[in-house]
């Protein structure tokens, strides 16, 4: 079992550029996919951006150019550099690890408030 511990959320202004940490409890390389998940109130979670153990990104298109998703090997971890916050980013933004072979599994963090409100 992978646990993901998700950080950085909280109250931003808009305009604002929080960045998120996701902490795994095992090397990262061994996740084929991991990525950034989001979801508000009566709507189904939405894709932010993946990347692969080879370091291919994804965003979705309303994310592209103003998120950044990378990662820290050494430290495990997966980070989503936000910028230019509206207030419809609003959400809880979850991490997200896929890790496929003979079976395939997936693991999701608590998630993490983001409100971005003046």
């Known amino acids: 079992q992978v646990q993901l511990v998700e950080a950085g959320g909280g109250l931003v202004q808009p305009g604002g550029s929080p960045k998120l940490s996701c902490a795994a409890s095992t090397t990262i390389f061994s996740i084929y996919r991991m990525g950034w998940y989001r979801q508000t109130p009566g709507k189904p979670r939405e894709m932010v951006a993946t990347?692969?153990?080879?370091?291919?990104?994804n965003y979705a298109d309303s994310m592209k150019g103003r998120f950044t998703i990378s990662r820290d090997g050494a430290k495990n971890t997966v980070y989503l550099q936000m910028n230019s916050l509206k207030p419809e980013d609003t959400a809880v933004y979850y991490c997200?690890?896929?890790?496929?072979?003979?079976?395939?599994?997936?693991?999701w963090g608590q998630g993490t408030h983001v409100t971005v409100s003046s």
């Open positions: 990347i692969t153990s080879g370091g291919n990104t």
């Open positions: 997200h690890g896929l890790r496929i072979g003979s079976t395939t599994y997936e693991y």
